[in-house]
């Protein structure tokens, strides 16, 4: 059973950056996507940003530009870079990791980011 830990979210105000960490316990290279997902307050589970295991990236509408997705295989670790934070991307973000092989889904206990107004 693979372990996610989300690290990185903290409280900034709108317009500044964060950067999300997740570290896998496992091998990321043994999922077919990693990406991280995000709920607010009152809100479903979103889709953020996905990374595939050959490297495709797929984002939100509402962070296309903004956010950036990225790994390092070596380390287990993939990455959500966030820029020109806005305060509607306040929210607990979660990694995931998924397998499409048992449509199987492991979630990370989440990270807090708040943007300030």
């Known amino acids: 059973q693979v372990q996610l830990a989300e690290s990185g979210g903290g409280l900034v105000q709108a317009g500044e950056s964060l950067r999300l960490s997740c570290t896998a316990s496992g091998s990321i290279f043994s999922f077919d996507r990693m990406g991280w997902y995000r709920q607010a307050p009152g809100k479903q589970r979103e889709f953020v940003a996905t990374i595939t295991r050959g490297g495709g990236t797929n984002y939100a509408d509402s962070v296309k530009g903004r956010f950036t997705i990225s790994r390092d295989i070596a380390k287990n670790m993939v990455y959500l870079n966030m820029s020109r934070l806005k305060p509607e991307d306040t929210a607990i973000y979660y990694c995931?990791?998924?397998?499409?092989?048992?449509?199987?889904?492991?979630w990370g206990q989440g990270t807090q980011v708040t943007v300030s107004s």
């Open positions: 995931n990791a998924h397998q499409v092989y048992g449509n199987n889904d492991y």
